[in-house]
């Protein structure tokens, strides 16, 4: 839903990627008390695809309120993915302590536990935009804006009736 919102309603779009602008613009840098971890860390972006993919990453989340990366490592090779949210779930103990994440891969008219594809902790970098309290997720920048975009819609659709019904009146003249 949030994701034909933002296609459809050039508000939103430009609301999400002002946001993102906003975010990413001004470029990242690390910093850290240990020099060897700084230096690792900074390796480390510039060896992988993290700038291209953390602008996506920010989007994802910004949009749908969860942002998910998967890390894959290699001898010495970090690879980066930017999974889509929408098949993605949070394996928390009934304390909330987190145990891992899950995809589903598989047609969402039919269940198929054999189209889950479990994730563990360190596979997956998880960024959740507008968190409300102690829920896995987050909610986004849209999620609260839809009420707004809900009527502002109907009311261009009400106004494109009235419009319609209002030209189609006949002109009734009365000569002589």
Known sequence: IFEDICAKFGLIGAAVDKHL???????????SKVKP???LITNMIEETTFKSNIREWIKEGLKKGNGFIEIDI????????????NNMYIKRKKN??????NQYVGKMNKFEMDKI????????????????????YGLGIV????????NFVRAEKDMHILLGRKANNPIIAKVG
């Open 21 to 31: 602008d906003f975010i990413i613009s001004p470029g990242f840098y690390v910093t």
């Open 37 to 39: 971890a700084q230096l």
């Open 74 to 85: 290699e001898k010495d090779t970090v690879n980066l993915k930017v999974i889509n949210a």
């Open 96 to 101: 909330g302590e987190l145990v891992g994440y």
């Open 117 to 136: 594809v479990p994730f563990e902790v360190e596979e997956i970098a998880h960024l959740p935009i507008n968190k409300i309290a102690d829920s896995a």
């Open 143 to 150: 999620r609260p804006g839809l009420k707004i975009v809900e």
